[in-house]
């Protein structure tokens, strides 16, 4: 799998790069360490170098950027795990077979587009902008539900609005407690409270 091609053709033609996903055999701990790590720090990069260099309003700060940076990596990487559980969780509910490496692969790559699109995050003032992109994201997964998961194409849409709703939550959640985390690691609790 090259990061890049796969990056692009999951982009620009998704029907067609399901199906040769579907034709490989997931391999979780490549998938992460090969795709969804080098991806994750696409966002967290300009998320540092945005709080650090640009800042919003007058206020900029490294360390209230890497703690931003940090909670936005762990959170691609544990949430990537975390949504494919729900997903392979929910698999037989929906006429799907079980396969957690394929719902490894259809989080990960479905989370393509809201990765790069954190590039954005460089200018902390637009960086929400780029967590739109993540709504195509939500389009490529329900493409990949059928070729991955083996759902039954009338099953599909119900399978993709549970998982997504699930998936929200857990990110939230697992946001603000790693928000939480990494603001007292840094000491930032106070500023975080003033600012928002």
Do not use: C, H
């Amino acid at each position: 799998m090259n990061l890049v091609d796969r990056a692009k053709n999951i982009i620009v033609s998704p029907k067609t790069e399901w199906d040769v996903v579907a034709g490989e055999e997931p391999n979780i701990q490549q998938i992460i360490v090969g795709y969804v790590v080098p991806l994750a720090l696409i966002p967290a990069i300009a998320i540092i170098l945005g709080w650090g260099l640009i800042g919003v309003l007058g206020f900029k700060s490294f360390t209230y950027g890497i703690a931003l940076g940090l909670v936005q990596l762990l959170n691609a990487i544990i949430g990537v795990f975390l949504a494919a559980f729900v997903i392979d969780a929910l698999a037989t509910s929906f006429g799907s077979q079980k396969n957690l490496g394929r719902a490894v692969q259809l989080v990960a790559f479905s989370m393509t587009p809201a990765w790069i699109g954190g590039i954005l995050s460089i200018f902390p003032a637009i960086g929400w902008l780029g967590t739109l992109f993540g709504l195509y994201g939500l389009y490529i997964l329900y493409l990949g539900v059928t070729p991955l998961m083996k759902t039954p194409q009338d099953k599909s849409v119900g399978y993709v609005i549970v998982s997504i709703i699930v998936v929200i939550i857990v990110y939230f959640v697992l946001a603000a407690i790693l928000t939480a985390i990494m603001f007292a690691i840094f000491g930032l609790s106070a500023l975080y409270g003033a600012r928002f």
